[in-house]
């Protein structure tokens, strides 16, 4: 075989005939792709090569005699650390997330109250968190629950951002708010529920703000970068990534914190990754040691819940850190991480 | 404890303080609910019973000394058993779904054309569906695959209903599309990676048409019955769940069909649910099986891809059944139906 | 290519040097295999053929370079349709199990007394089951749980027999025991836990009865089959696969029943299949919808759980059938039996 | 409700009758435990109150109307930090594994000649190893594979800590090995595959030497260290727990660490735990940084696979590091666990 975009590897069932083989093969060059046949004691297997986009739109699997299909490549591009080697650095509001240096996110899950913003806010500051992180728009599990104070959330975080020099993040639920929630926040950030909601990710893609795109509990690393080439491809290159936990059998943790995914996404794809230890666990008595652990993976930042009072707190409060216990977790942040020769 | 709304349990840590559970005993008194403290040798718990929706907001997981909490009712009402007894029957364009008959729905993933959809839809009807399927919106994983043929789709779904007679399922991805989509189809499907789209799931509660929900691959069936909560709290009682496959560690299907949440379903709620036997598997010939098993199981209904040529198919060729196939598993289903009592 | 055994695809990373092509191609040249190479514009391809045991033998993905490996044959050979077309029949004690008609396996799930198994095995005769099930040795999670009768619960299970005429299938939990359950049983039952028990697995391929191999509740469908390669290996062709449920996220349910274990398996390998809906959805309430699902999905057959007095069970009782259910449940099983063209 | 050892909370079914509910509290009498009940609008809830033992061993939910069982406390008792608050210390060959040290085991995944191993032993040993890894037998997913070097692997095995001074640890398969591979190893482990083979749990527990208990891929920490409980019942307290990784439906790693169950461990038991890196990515590219991850999540060590030359590694050849390597890693995990405050 000779050099071309792409290969495929379509796998034969044992039974397959001449005539389904001789088929694909036409159909391959039908769309000008070579096709390369090689026949085992037991099984055929025909190499696609050729443009990619072409190949894979075809159902091969629906043809007769197909066992299974293998593509080669991965079906993300712009995203990987084929089309780009170096880092990718993002700038939001002044602060660069990704690159040498560890950034940490704080604040409360949801904004409840001007009070409850800036004394979490003046707190997180001073403990050396460098973005803001609050919610106008929750997607409650019930539907019974605080759904969020809306635009004057925003509002809100727009001020404690005036009061403390933090850029903030903030989460987009629907594609009618995308103009509100840009026109305020300095990162917008797709949430784990939406991770696959597919236009809303084109649509963050066409506004000018950098995007957090957190993993879906549900998803895979390749479909996670599949949903992060959404937004790449639609021209915002600045993309962030956030690793907050996937589903398992094990019921002591609301998430499984999947930490290989630093390293593995490290491999795959040139964007900064972070990682949600409040989220992922979902217990406060866990988020020291999973925030150290994020650091020492080579994460390039973290995002922690932190509440004034979190017994009051109308969401999560089971898992934010008090502010003094916030201070104590930032030393260790910075001990960690200038042990293994990075800035935090 | 005496009758009231209903109750909580709260278990304390080992080291818990009588002071932390004096905080928890008082805290509950305030909103109005009863403490019923019971000190064991190794734990203490605390019964609280009042108002749900009041006790289930606070975030007692935070309170210092709590170890964890343990919900006796369910976070959904309106869809379980408890709030209605009878099966619900949800009318489809003069179908019913659920009660004592099956009701199979056909057609092709997505509407490419004129012609690929009328074959089809003559071919389904004629081998005895009821409810057409066809997608003019699609959610695909990449990027740059087809996306469907918008409002265009939606109008060749109608013409194929004024020639067949048989109402269609159409799926809606975006809250700006429910008005276009609820115009056109006699049913509104919910994907399942929209499933806890909260947005989305409020806002099809407010139009007039039934709504078809499947069960996120990442959902729990609690999970599930609450995303129906959040249609039906709204007004629209007209909720159909559709079961097709959770996400597991076994890659020989794309997803694991849960066929117990029919029987566990029917237990919790009185809403009719379908299973969806061409996307769980992802794989034409696993359907057969697969359908027959949804149907023995206690399903109201399956809902089935089927091409009149899987080869060419712009969108999941591989699981879709030609129109002769599903004419075979037609007669099975009905033979089926018939074993068990029911009518197809 | 030309025939040979198998074919292997390595695939190398976009930064590999000539040098590491060479030096895998070299090494597949060593070990007297044929080396394919395809060069991409993003990667190469390197297709290898030759004798599967020897190339798999090999760490490729420690080679310098590599960037994975996709094996084209399933590590699996006896077992698999490949090796025979035609369905295996196994003799357990005179009943067939597999090829046309529908085996029910029925007893409690552990050998309590007497009494209790008599009462059983008598009842689940007359209601149809052909093979009576019962342990004397229980693996339980807890240490502090009854852990069965031993010989004397195989003595009774042979009396059982005596007085039924059904042959009786029994669980050997210790290689130690092998002999034992040997000479008394008409079936080996290998349980989930010790599916990946590759010791007992072999030892039981080296004695003469037919062996029931359960999946794991971890196990891929390729790696039930591998442990089944282990006991046929020995010698041993008499194997019955048992599907009983995956670990999932679901908590609704013990395990979540992989329905569509039975046509995979069933595509997959020769060997016969049955499904045990007692233990998958640990529920009672369950048992009747899974079990017609799994006759209906194709299943040679079924495993229940039945108990005079499921309260005072020692093992499992939450799950057991009343022996009047389980009546009523056989007139269900062969109502959908009959529907599919088997006879139960 | 007054102080006794346990409670358990049973929910009733919405229909439970006056008689489901006077028969449940009946037979708790007759057991000599206290019933509690409290009837709710929609359930009643019945706390049981007595000696865990005799309650958990009834079958509550194959009584009539019950719809769930809570049990307040965990099934576990020695290995809980209820019944031991203190870390516990455990003493393998003069090695202390647990309290404030870190200790760093690390060999070859499978002993496969003297070279080897030597080669391998000395290099670990000068880069700060101070248990020595290396196995004799081995469970291979495939019968076809290499299966290890039994007694001659111990043998050598043992050779190599004379030369070292090393004490090492080797995995044990059937409860026939024990006595030999007791009498040579000064650690004994429990790999994943046999974490529920609770035979070989309990004998293990009979021997001399400590044991080191492997999770099970597809364990919950509960089962875990109720499989731990299997071991320490019987006598023998010295138990180290060892994290590997669980199967999840991400693909890119073998096993997907669930590095969480470090803090989750650390609360629940007083056991030392380790992680293995090697084992749950599955890819030596990943080995450093969950190496890194696990020391800072406070794990009390780590366990290694080096090898001196991956490429003709007859086990795991893809996970093992280089001895340089490993030696480049050793610095990482010196300055982390300094920065933490513990000592490597």
Not at 1 to 21: E, F, K, L
Request: glycine residues 10%.
């Amino acid at each position: 075989m000779t050099g071309q975009d792409d290969s495929t590897i379509i796998v034969m069932r044992r039974d397959a005939t001449a005539a389904n083989i001789d088929h694909i093969v036409e159909r391959l060059r039908d769309i000008g792709a070579e096709a390369h046949v090689s026949q085992g004691q037991l099984r055929t297997v025909i190499g696609a090569v050729g443009d990619r986009a072409v190949i894979q739109q075809l159902p091969w699997e629906a043809f007769p005699g197909v066992e299974r299909v293998v593509p080669i490549l991965k079906p993300y591009r712009f995203v990987s650390r084929d089309f780009q080697a170096a880092d990718s650095v993002v700038d939001v509001g002044g602060v660069p997330v990704g690159g040498g240096a560890l950034v940490v996110i704080a604040g409360p899950c949801a904004v409840e109250s001007r009070d409850q913003l800036f004394a979490t806010a003046t707190a997180v500051q001073q403990a050396g968190a460098r973005i803001l992180r609050g919610d106008a728009f929750k997607p409650r599990t019930s539907p019974y629950a605080f759904q969020g104070l809306g635009e004057k959330g925003l509002q809100l975080l727009a001020e404690a951002r005036e009061e403390t020099g933090m850029p903030f993040v903030a989460e987009v639920l629907d594609t009618r708010d995308i103009e509100l929630v840009s026109s305020y926040a300095d990162l917008i950030r797709i949430g784990a529920r939406n991770m696959a909601n597919f236009t809303l990710l084109a649509e963050v893609g066409r506004q000018p703000k950098p995007v957090m795109l957190k993993r879906g509990f549900t998803a895979t690393i390749e479909e996670w970068l599949n949903a992060a080439e959404y937004i790449y491809k639609e021209g915002n290159h600045q993309v962030i990534l956030c690793e907050r936990g996937i589903r398992t059998f094990e019921p002591q943790t609301r998430n499984t914190l999947d930490i290989s995914a630093v390293p593995v996404v490290k491999g795959l794809s040139h964007l900064p990754i972070l990682v949600d230890p409040s989220h992922s666990g979902g217990r406060r008595a866990l988020v020291p040691s999973l925030t150290r652990a994020a650091v020492a993976a080579g994460a390039d930042g973290v995002m922690v819940d932190v509440h004034p009072s979190p017994e009051t707190a109308q969401v999560d409060g089971g898992q934010a850190l008090h502010p003094t216990e916030f201070a104590t977790l930032m030393d260790e942040v910075r001990a960690v991480a200038k042990a293994i020769g990075r800035k935090a």
